[in-house]
């Protein structure tokens, strides 16, 4: 028989269900209908999140400075009013002072209720979360650590010298430059280091003495950057002899030029990466738009992290591209053919409505269904609209998403229902989960 001819028989004998269509059919309503409640009902791993209350200092390492916030993340978003309503019944159309009162007041009587790490726990209990990174600058005694693993962050170890230029860059600088002053303070306080290590050698000790303590006696589970909010996401590969000679110059005092600031940030970049990968301490890296008037989104692009996640040192260090590098999303998850390289979609179904994050989910499952991970970014904006109203969008905005994204899949012939399942499982919490072999068990 003819090689042709053999190729045509198994064509036509395959299943109609293997050839895939361009359009979904008339069972996508039925479909989405299915795999929402497919989706309801599996307890969600939250990758990413601020859990707090609004007056907690400690639920990031930085203060918003003022700036515009995208339609939907605006107070003025129903969808808020309906997040109220679903977690605590409340029984107004809006939030105006005079009702609004009524829901601060509702919170407070559930805190005296579920006292102690009780309220979290009830909160992604109504969530049907199994559990929630708690992605803060220091872990909360009422947050139970059982639920919500730690992970902090390290970008304050790049700013040791005096900040004068780095804070007068702009007002944002203003705000942020401080607060990793005083963040960098308390990993010294911590490790009981009165100043700055004289040696360039003592310092990186010092590095590894934090990032060891905190993963062995406060229960971290991985590191986190929130770099861009400071300066290119792109790393230079300069030598050690380079960042301890101007480690030495500028220990005892003095202000660093901007080059020289960041070649000495471009080395401790990649030591932290280095060290991640030593104590398997996972590196989230904040790759997406961010808040302020002077965020850089040409400096932010996660492209420009190329260069790192792909470069064979690195091989052993698991990286989390927390956001998943929104509004870049579609490139980005190429970056995810490295097997050591995840993306994780938290605020990406905050600022993008369910139509479209679904069209931004399908392209992932698509793509590495098993490289991509589910978070919230729930955050307490005020005492209003806190990490309450937040989680509860974000879980409904992922949900929904989800189930659009499976059913349009299924429908239109790229995968089984069997598939579908699995990548929901993976996508809500399997993935994730295998990232941090203390939680697996």
């Known amino acids: 028989m003819k090689p042709t ?12 269900w293997s050839q895939a269509r361009p359009y979904p059919g008339a069972d996508l309503p039925q479909l989405y209908q299915h795999y929402l409640d497919v989706v309801n009902n599996i307890p969600a791993f939250d990758h990413h999140a601020h859990p707090g209350f609004a007056d907690d200092p400690d639920v990031d390492a930085m203060a918003a400075p003022p700036g515009s916030a995208a339609f939907r993340e605006r107070d003025t978003n129903p969808e808020l009013v309906a997040a109220a309503k679903a977690l605590w019944g409340y029984p107004y159309a809006d939030f105006s002072p005079e009702h609004a009162k009524w829901l601060v007041q509702k919170k407070a009587e559930m805190r005296k209720q579920y006292a102690g790490t009780a309220y979290f726990n009830m909160l992604l209990d109504k969530l049907n979360f199994d559990r929630g990174v708690a992605n803060r600058a220091m872990m909360a005694d009422y947050l139970d650590a059982k639920r919500f693993p730690w992970v902090f962050f390290v970008d304050a170890f790049m700013w040791p010298f005096d900040n004068t230029k780095e804070r007068s860059r702009n007002g944002d600088q203003e705000v942020y430059i401080p607060l990793q002053e005083k963040m ?8 009981k280091v009165s100043q700055l290590p004289a040696g360039f050698g003592d310092y990186l000790k010092f590095i590894s003495q934090v990032l060891e303590d905190n993963q ?5 589970i991985a590191i986190k950057f929130e770099v861009p909010y400071f300066r290119t996401l792109h790393f230079n590969d300069p030598s050690r002899d380079d960042a301890e000679a101007i480690y030495k110059k500028y220990v005892k005092g003095g202000v660093p030029s901007e080059p020289e600031y960041r070649t000495f940030q471009d080395y401790v970049f990649r030591f932290l990466v280095t060290e991640g990968g030593r104590l398997k301490l996972p590196v989230h890296i904040h790759s997406a738009v961010g808040i302020g008037d002077y965020f850089n989104i040409s400096d932010s692009n996660i492209m420009q992290l190329e260069n790192v996640l792909r470069d064979p040192r690195y091989s052993a260090t698991t990286f989390v ?9 579609r490139e980005a998850i190429w970056l995810a053919a490295m097997k050591n390289v995840y993306m994780e979609s938290s605020l990406m179904e905050i600022i993008m409505y369910p139509a479209a994050f679904k069209d931004s989910l399908r392209q992932w499952l698509e793509t590495f269904p098993d490289k991509v991970t589910f978070g919230t970014d729930c955050f307490p904006y005020n005492d209003v609209l806190g990490a309450e109203e937040s989680y509860w969008l974000g879980a409904q905005s992922a949900r929904q998403g989800l189930a659009a994204a499976l059913a349009e899949m299924v429908s239109s012939g790229e995968i089984t229902d069997a598939k579908a399942i699995e990548m929901a499982h993976a996508y809500l919490h399997d993935t994730a989960v295998s990232l941090y072999p203390s939680l697996s068990h």
Do not use: D, S
């Open 321 to 329: 591209m927390i956001h998943g590098g929104y509004p870049l999303e």
């Open 184 to 191: 960098l303070k308390r990993w010294m306080q911590q490790e």
């Open 5 to 16: 001819l053999v190729l045509i028989l198994c064509l036509t004998t395959l299943p109609a």
């Open 216 to 220: 062995k006696n406060k229960g971290g």
